[in-house]
C-alpha cells in the first residue's frame, strides 16, 4: 500500500505543544506510518478567519517547522479541513453565524448558497494551502445532513435533488482546488447517500471511504468502479466507547487493510475522533502506533501493543478494552459511549444513576471495581490509563452515593440524603487532579468545566434537599428523587411534566 496514515483530531479540544506534535511525527514515522492527517475545522490560525482563532489553536509555524524536519524523511502531513457540514466552530463564532444553514442541536453545516459561503471556504483553503506543502488537501464534506434546509437550499433541491445540490457545490470547490496546483480529497458517506453527485467531480478527487462498524470493500469498490482512488478509513474505537473496544477496532483496521489491497485503493487512513468528553490521546496512542506496526509490518497485534505500550500497558489494554466493557450490556461494543454519555456529556451525573443503578449497585459494580483494582495492580502503568480506570471506578461509586442518597430520601432521612450527596461530589472531584493534568497537557481545556458543572449539580441537589427539610409537608409528600435531582426540577411541581423526563 502507498498510503499507510492515521489522523490525529486536533478540532476536538486539543492543543498539543510543538513537542508533542514533534513526537507524534517520530512515534508515527518509527511504527511504520507515512502519512499524519492533521483534522482542524476551526482549530487552526486561519489568517482570513482571524474572528474564528480561539486560544490553542494550531499555527502555520509549527507546521511548517514539522514539514521541514520530517517531509523528507518519509512522512507526508496532510491538512483535513471541513468545508460545508461540520463547521460548529465557525457558525458558533461572532462573525461566522450568518453562513449556517439554519438552526440545528449537534453538527452544524453552511448554507452552501449563501454568497459569502465560496469566498470563505477559498479562504480557509488557502490559509492552508499557504502552509501544508503536500499535493493532497482534504475539503471534508461528510454528515452534511442539513442540505436544503434554508428556503434558497430548499427551492434548489426542488428542482435538482439533494445530490444536485452537493455535487454542483463540491465540484466547482474540488477544481478549484486543483486549479491551485493540489489535488482534492474529500470524505465518501454523502457520496454514497447521494451517488449522483459523483458525476460533477473530477476524477483526481481522492474519497476517503470512512466505515467505522463494516468493512470497506463494498462501497469503496462502489468508489473504484466510478473511477476515483481511494483511502479505506477505519477508526480506533475510542469516541464510541468509554475507553477503546479493542477487539473491533483490531478487526475493522485488518479488514479495511485486506480490502484496500484487494480493491488497489490507495491504502489505509486510520481515524482517531472525539478525545473529549474524559478521554485523552496519550492511553490509546500506543494503540494507533500499533496498527501502524501491523498495517506497515504486519505484526501480530498483541506483539505491536507490547513494542508500543510496554507488557503493563498491553495487559491493561486488553483489562480495559476487552474485560471491562463484557461485564454488562451498558458498557458492551457496540453500544454507543452510553457511561461518558450519561455521565458526562448530558451535564447532570444524575442521569447515570437512572439508567445504570441496578448494575453499579450490584454484582457488575463489584466486579468492575475489582477489575480497576486488578488494573492498578499490575505493576508500574505510566500512568498512561489511569484516567480511564478512575473514570470507570468513579461512576460505580458514583451511582452507589446517589442511590444511597435515594433511599435515605424514601424514607425522609434528609441529613442522611445531604451526606450521601456530599460523598457523590467528593466521588466526582477524583477525577479532577487528572482532567486538570490532561489539560495542561494539551487535552480538552473544558473537560475540567465539565467536572465543576457536574458537581454544582450535585450541590444544588443537596440544596435542595436542605430547603425541603426546612418545612416538608406534614402529609409526608415528597417528589421522587429522580425528580428532585432533574434540571427542571421546580418546588411544589407535583406533576413535573418537564422534571419527569429522563435527564
Ligand atoms: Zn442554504
Redesign the pocket.
Known amino acids: 500500500m502507498k498510503f499507510i496514515g492515521w489522523m490525529y483530531d486536533i478540532a476536538r479540544e486539543q492543543s498539543p505543544s510543538d513537542d508533542d506534535l514533534d513526537a507524534l511525527c517520530a512515534k508515527s514515522l518509527a511504527s511504520g506510518y507515512n502519512v499524519l492527517g492533521l483534522y482542524l475545522e476551526h482549530r487552526f490560525e486561519y489568517p482570513s478567519a482571524p474572528w474564528a482563532v480561539a486560544p490553542g489553536a494550531l499555527s502555520g509555524r509549527v507546521v511548517r517547522a514539522l514539514q521541514d524536519k520530517y517531509v523528507a524523511r518519509g512522512l507526508r502531513i496532510i491538512p483535513f479541513l471541513n468545508t460545508l457540514g461540520h463547521m460548529e466552530g465557525f457558525v458558533r463564532a461572532v462573525g461566522g453565524g450568518h453562513l449556517s ?2 438552526p440545528r442541536v449537534g453538527a452544524a453545516q ?5 454568497p459569502e459561503t465560496v469566498p470563505f471556504v477559498q479562504g480557509l483553503i488557502r490559509d492552508a494551502l499557504a502552509v501544508f506543502d503536500d499535493e493532497w488537501l482534504h475539503i471534508g464534506g461528510d454528515e452534511t445532513q ?1 442540505l ?7 427551492a ?1 433541491v426542488a428542482e435538482i435533488g439533494k445530490a444536485g445540490l452537493y455535487g454542483e457545490y463540491y465540484g466547482a470547490l474540488t477544481r478549484w482546488v486543483l486549479e491551485q496546483g493540489r489535488r482534492p480529497c474529500l470524505w465518501g458517506d454523502m457520496l454514497l447517500e447521494h451517488p449522483e453527485a459523483m458525476d460533477h467531480l473530477p476524477r483526481e478527487t481522492v474519497i476517503f471511504d470512512w466505515q467505522y462498524e463494516q468493512r470497506p470493500h463494498d462501497t469503496s469498490a462502489r468508489f473504484r468502479e466510478a473511477g476515483f482512488d481511494v483511502v479505506c478509513c477505519p477508526s480506533i474505537q475510542t469516541y464510541n466507547s468509554g475507553w477503546c473496544y479493542l477487539e473491533p477496532t483490531q478487526r475493522y483496521i485488518d479488514e479495511h487493510r485486506e480490502d484496500a489491497l484487494a480493491l488497489r485503493a490507495e491504502g489505509v487512513l486510520v481515524t482517531t475522533w472525539e478525545f473529549a468528553y474524559f478521554q485523552d490521546y496519550p492511553s490509546t496512542l500506543p494503540i494507533v502506533y500499533a496498527a501502524g506496526r501491523r498495517l506497515a509490518q504486519g505484526a501480530a497485534w498483541e506483539d505491536a501493543i507490547r513494542a508500543e505500550g510496554g507488557e503493563s500497558y498491553a495487559r491493561l489494554a486488553e483489562i480495559l478494552g476487552e474485560t471491562l466493557p463484557q461485564t454488562c450490556d451498558f458498557l458492551r461494543p457496540p453500544t454507543w459511549r452510553q457511561l461518558r454519555d450519561r455521565f458526562v456529556m448530558r451535564q447532570n451525573p444524575f442521569a447515570l444513576w437512572q439508567v445504570w443503578r441496578d448494575d453499579a449497585c450490584g454484582p457488575v459494580g463489584d466486579r468492575i471495581l475489582t477489575l480497576c483494582e486488578e488494573a492498578d495492580n499490575q505493576g508500574p502503568r505510566e500512568n498512561l490509563v489511569g484516567g480511564a480506570l478512575e473514570l470507570h471506578a468513579v461512576a460505580v461509586h458514583f451511582v452507589r452515593r446517589v442511590e444511597e442518597a435515594n433511599r435515605a430520601w424514601e424514607s425522609a432521612r434528609y441529613s442522611d440524603v445531604i451526606e450521601s450527596l456530599q460523598q457523590a461530589e467528593q466521588t466526582l472531584l477524583r477525577l479532577q487532579a487528572g482532567l486538570s493534568a490532561t489539560a495542561s497537557a494539551g487535552g480538552s481545556p473544558v473537560d475540567p468545566h465539565r467536572l465543576e458543572r457536574l458537581c454544582s449539580k450535585v450541590r444544588v441537589a443537596a440544596q435542595r434537599v436542605a430547603e425541603f427539610a426546612e418545612q416538608p409537608p406534614v402529609s409526608g409528600y415528597r417528589p421522587t428523587f429522580e425528580v428532585l435531582v432533574h434540571d427542571s426540577w421546580l418546588p411544589e411541581d407535583q406533576a413535573a411534566w418537564r422534571a419527569g423526563m429522563i435527564v
Open positions: 444553514e439554519g453552511l448554507c452552501p448558497l449563501h442539513q436544503g434546509q434554508c428556503p434558497r437550499c430548499a434548489r
